[in-house]
């Protein structure tokens, strides 16, 4: 099995991250995104959207981190712990609620601050006005309120006493935003003692492994200078945050 990855990307390291932790052997193929490799011709035969992660079984191909999570999982049935996605009916009812829910929420305000304070400056030339900023956290800070409040309640985790792919898929959104130098975990002991069971769950040493790249972020920029894909991002981001 291959995996088209950017460790950059959250759904990229959810993925990374799973197959890790529960012993699935794959193939990394680096898709660096800040070189723009996923504009490729090589890349646009194998996903035409031109994102990762992508998954290549055999012939096969998948796109869609949380469909890849779900087909490795039940590929490997047998030597995956059940509480990664429980057979009880409305346990796992409850990991498929947040990963329906996760799309729009988390994720998508996770990542509109993870863009604004890591890539407007260097794409658009000028920093973000702080209207835009402070209104873009204060989503974020819903989001993570409604984790809190709907999600783990006084769990250990979002579905019991063990961890789910629901953790998983939290855990690299929120990191993302951080990254940044963000500290959303201030003043939310829950979300911390949370964070660091889910640590703990994957296993340390593999947690930093994925998220050595993105906490470095601050090199982005540089990387990006000269880089001529660095046009094609301007009319996205000028779409995405007019
Ligand atoms: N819903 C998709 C999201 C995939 C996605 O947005 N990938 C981003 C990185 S996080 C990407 O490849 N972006 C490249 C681009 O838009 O040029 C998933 O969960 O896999």
């Known amino acids: 099995m291959e995996l088209y990855l950017d ?3 959250q759904p990229c390291r959810s993925v990374f991250l ?11 193929k680096l898709v660096e ?15 035409i959207m031109r994102k990762v992660p992508v998954m290549k079984d055999g012939s096969f191909v998948l796109t869609e981190s949380v469909a890849i999570l779900k087909y490795m999982l039940q590929k490997h049935s047998s030597s995956v712990a059940d509480h990664w996605y429980p057979a009880d009916l409305q346990q796992r ?19 509109k601050v993870f863009l604004l304070r890591a890539l407007f400056p260097v794409i658009m030339g000028s920093e973000v006005p702080k209207e ?9 800070n819903q989001s993570l309120q409604m984790l ?22 939290a855990i690299v959104e929120i990191m993302q935003p951080v990254a940044t130098g963000l500290d959303l975990f201030e003043g939310r002991p829950k979300l911390t ?15 930093a492994e994925a998220h050595e790249v993105i906490m470095k972020v601050g090199s982005l920029p540089q990387k990006m200078e ?16 007019s």
């Open 7 to 9: 460790l950059h990307s």
């Open 18 to 28: 799973f197959a890790k932790a529960v012993g699935i052997p794959f193939e990394f």
């Open 33 to 47: 995104l800040s070189a723009g490799h996923q504009y490729s011709e090589e890349f646009g035969k194998i996903n």
């Open 93 to 111: 009812a409850c990991v498929n609620e947040y990963l329906s829910w996760q799309h729009m929420n988390l994720r998508a305000q996770g990542s």
């Open 132 to 140: 835009k900023m402070d209104a873009a956290v204060q989503d974020l």
């Open 148 to 169: 809190e409040d709907k999600f783990l309640q006084n769990k250990p985790f979002i579905v019991g006493d063990k961890i789910s792919l629901a953790d998983l898929v």
């Open 193 to 207: 003692t949370w964070r660091e069971r889910v640590k703990k769950a994957i296993g340390e040493k593999l947690f």
């Open 226 to 241: 000269n880089n001529s894909n660095l046009e094609l991002l301007k009319p996205k981001f000028q779409k995405l945050f």
